[in-house]
């Protein structure tokens, strides 16, 4: 349970945007999104060797 502390006479709006913020870090939505949807070890870890290799080919390109 997220628990967002609150000084007196603070806005609801900047109470929102903490818990918003708060949950985010959280990753409960990202890890229901995962869920949805199952998806073969082999194809995430082929998902990650390629996303490696196109980061490293832009390292590259930089220097």
Same mark, same amino acid.
């Given at each position: 349970? /997220?628990?967002?502390?609150?000084?007196?006479?603070?806005?609801?709006?900047? @109470?929102?945007? &903490? %818990? &918003?913020?708060?949950?985010?870090?959280?990753?409960? /939505? #990202?890890? /229901?999104?995962?869920?949805?949807?199952?998806?073969?070890?082999?194809?995430?870890?082929?998902?990650? #060797?390629? &996303? @490696? @290799? %196109?980061?490293?080919? /832009? #390292?590259?390109?930089?220097?």
């Amino acid at each position: 349970m /997220l628990i967002i502390p609150l000084k007196e006479g603070e806005n609801i709006e900047r @109470a929102l945007k &903490k %818990y &918003k913020k708060k949950f985010e870090r959280t990753g409960m /939505l #990202r890890e /229901l999104r995962d869920r949805q949807n199952f998806t073969k070890p082999s194809i995430t870890n082929r998902q990650m #060797r390629l &996303k @490696a @290799a %196109y980061i490293e080919q /832009l #390292r590259r390109e930089e220097m």
